[in-house]
């Protein structure tokens, strides 16, 4: 079973930032897409941003272009989300996950267990 464990949650204020780390408990494969989802109460979880391991591609959901970047530490097995521009509406529980394709929200790795994720709570 594959893990990753979340971190750097917390309060801001509208208009701050934060940074989430997600630590992986093996070695990526060039293959493999690595981002961020969410998921509000009572809600689905969504996508918010990933990365393809094997170059560094980044997709992005609409509503956090220009304010968030993902990127990855390929030496420590590490990704990250910078969380700039913070608006109320990306409080949420943010989960690290992994998958084949940019649906890992939908679609993780079969060997892959969700973890409790980080909270990030942002107000106005």
């Known amino acids: 079973q594959v893990q990753l464990a979340e971190s750097g949650g917390g309060l801001a204020q509208a208009g701050g930032s934060l940074t989430l780390s997600c630590a992986a408990s093996?070695?990526?494969?060039?293959?493999?897409?690595l981002g961020w989802c969410r998921q509000g109460p009572g809600l689905e979880r969504e996508f918010v941003a990933v990365?393809?391991?094997?170059?560094?591609?980044?997709y992005y959901t609409d509503s956090v272009k220009g304010r968030f970047t993902i990127s990855r530490d390929s030496a420590a097995d590490t990704v990250y989300l910078q969380m700039t521009s913070l608006e109320t509406e990306d409080t949420s529980v943010y989960f690290c996950?992994?998958?084949?394709?940019?649906?890992?929200?939908?679609?993780?790795?079969?060997?892959?267990?969700w973890g409790q994720g980080t909270q990030v709570s942002v107000s106005s």
């Open positions: 093996w070695r990526p494969y060039s293959s493999h897409v």
């Open positions: 990365i393809r391991w094997g170059g560094g591609r980044t």
């Open positions: 996950g992994v998958g084949s394709d940019v649906g890992i929200c939908r679609k993780p790795l079969r060997r892959f267990a």
